[in-house]
């Protein structure tokens, strides 16, 4: 009788397809998260009491600056690219 050596072939592990880097890190969701509150904030603010005029200096002029900065967080937090060890490696 005949054997058959069969040798088994080691595959490669296969890549995986997403091995691309997160665009944003955990401190980057952070502050969107945190500017999202701030806005939420400024909308009640905004919008708070029936017991005040709707011209109250509140809701007209500090409501809008709460909002204003929440969406100025949030392009910041969009935008911020944090300092990575990979980056100061390549020198770029």
């Known amino acids: 009788m005949a054997t058959t050596n069969r040798k088994k072939v080691n595959k490669p592990a296969e890549k995986k397809v997403n091995d691309l880097p997160m665009v944003f890190n955990k401190q980057n969701y952070r502050l969107l998260i945190i500017s999202l509150a701030i806005i ?3 909308f009640i603010v905004m919008g708070m009491g029936k017991e005040k005029p709707f011209d ?3 809701k007209i002029t500090v409501a809008p600056i709460i909002v204003l900065i929440g969406f ?7 935008l911020h690219a944090p300092k990575s060890s990979d980056n100061q490696e390549t020198g770029t």
Do not use: H, K, N, W
């Open 56 to 58: 109250d200096p509140i």
């Open 72 to 78: 100025a967080l949030g392009v910041y937090s969009i």
């Open 40 to 42: 939420v904030l400024g």
